[in-house]
């Protein structure tokens, strides 16, 4: 199983290092999402260093969409999506492919990201074992979530406005818990951000799950 995994993460990854067109959408948009909200908000009285957590975790839940509609229409394309379905690999396989090369692609775009917020907004950032692995643990959340559900839209002719309709309800969580735990990381009080760090890798774990189980019956009605 894990080989097949490896070998659809590094099939869409190489796609996408060729063609450089997601990362070269996704890094430009998110950081724009972070100027915008630096234009719209009064940096004068401190609002930008108190809402930067939820900003920054707004940008990348806007930029994960992008990237999982990215992620399925190179298979819309030329019959792909029938011949990964005939090419006799696991579909667990495939969805932990697919979510590994999303989760590879955000996580690039997170650390860009950081180091946005941390220029624009005039952070101090303290706390980074805890930022690093909520990170992680979001990063697992929204890729494991976003494969599932873009392989769920990716059959209806509406797709592109049926995937932010579909997903981002099921990741409000994921959202808050991030949002916390960054919060109380730039704040200096680590202890009170390990806990949501931990509902946000028990939130992943059952997103993984979930959508291995599903995304077979799912591919194949898509």
Known sequence: MWDEAVLVAGKDLRIEWRSKVALGQLVPFSLLVLVLFAFALDPERGVLSRVASGLYWVAVLFSTTLAVQRAFSIESADGARDALRLSGLRPASVFVGKAAAI????????????????????????????????????????????????????????????????????????????????????????????????????????????????????????
Do not use: K, N
């Open 103 to 222: 989760g590879a692609q955000l996580l690039v775009l997170e650390f860009v990201l950081g180091i946005g917020i941390v220029v624009l907004y005039s952070l101090d950032v303290a706390g980074w074992p805890l930022l690093a692995a909520t990170a992680v643990a979001a990063t697992l959340c929204l890729a494991s979530a976003g494969t599932l559900y873009g392989a769920l839209a990716a059959g209806v002719r509406a797709r592109e406005s049926l995937l932010p309709l579909l997903f981002l309800p099921v990741v409000a969580p994921v959202l808050i818990g991030a949002t916390e735990a960054f919060e109380a990381a730039l704040g200096g009080v680590e202890s009170e951000g390990w806990p949501w760090c931990g509902f946000l890798v028990l939130l992943g774990l059952v997103y993984t799950l979930l959508g291995a189980q599903l995304f077979g019956s799912i591919l194949e009605e898509s």
